[in-house]
């Protein structure tokens, strides 16, 4: 079977290496998963002036980081109305809150680091061109209101599809996740932080004093752990409510170089993200 390389990975500006781990070390902070997510974190644990240290199972941001859309926007897959309906508008504002600051803290990073990884801000384009699910998007286009989200009703699509009713959310975002990523890994290395690639973590046990991460070639011991994997290791209650899925996302070439900077996902069963861009 042909190996398809994730775009991002395909266009990232720079490929950096980190060695394996292959001798015991200790550290006062391990994180267990060098994505978007363990990076981020060992970037706010720089300012406690304490050792960290990466271990990544594969390469640096090419897991589930590497191989996402690059979008960045406020709107969940499962919808906000059915949030509302399972709990409340306050965990609804948590939500939107929380998507909003990751937004804008990645924009923040970027500006601070200078990380040139095609951050483009655009708008949002959520339609559907089923009648009985025009209703549920109206709901969602009144909570985003409500929530204080710059969106409105679309009374046209930038391509030629199909619709009955769309909205528009501005202000939404894409980057490349893997230049992005790259950027905060070299960084981190500039100051207390080790990265160790081609590392899986097969066993975490905890002590009084210490925990110890046993990878497939060494040992790590310490004080503290973090892991962001995308399901944690282990035996844990949350991969029982876990199951695989994938999202496909289209990248292309037109003929007439009219790209669009938009995001279009079709309000469905699933959603579908459909990116234009050079």
Known sequence: MEKHTSIWQKTKISTQNYPQLDKEIKTEIAIVGGGITGLTAATELLGTNKNICIIEAGKIGEGTTGHSTGNLYIPIQSLLSTIASKFNKETVKTIIDSRLYSLNYIERMIKEHEIDCNFLKRTLYIYTNDSKKVKKLQTELELFKQNGLD????????????????????????????????????????????????????????????????????????????????????????????????????????????????????????????????
């Open 151 to 278: 969106v409105s009703i679309a009374y046209e699509l930038p391509i030629p599809v199909k619709f009955i009713f769309a909205i528009k959310i501005e202000n939404q975002a894409r980057f490349n996740p893997s230049t992005y990523i790259d950027k905060l890994a070299h960084n981190l290395t500039q100051h207390n932080c080790k990265i160790f690639e081609k590392s899986p973590v097969v066993n975490i046990k905890e002590s009084y004093n210490a925990c110890r991460i046993e990878t497939e070639s060494s040992v790590v011991i310490a004080n503290q752990v973090l892991v962001t994997t995308h399901i944690p290791k282990g035996i844990n209650k949350l991969q029982f409510v876990s199951f695989p899925y994938r999202s496909y996302a289209i990248a292309f070439n037109l003929k007439d170089k009219k790209y669009s900077n938009r995001v279009l996902p079709k309000l469905n069963i699933k959603v579908h993200s459909y990116k234009f861009q050079q």
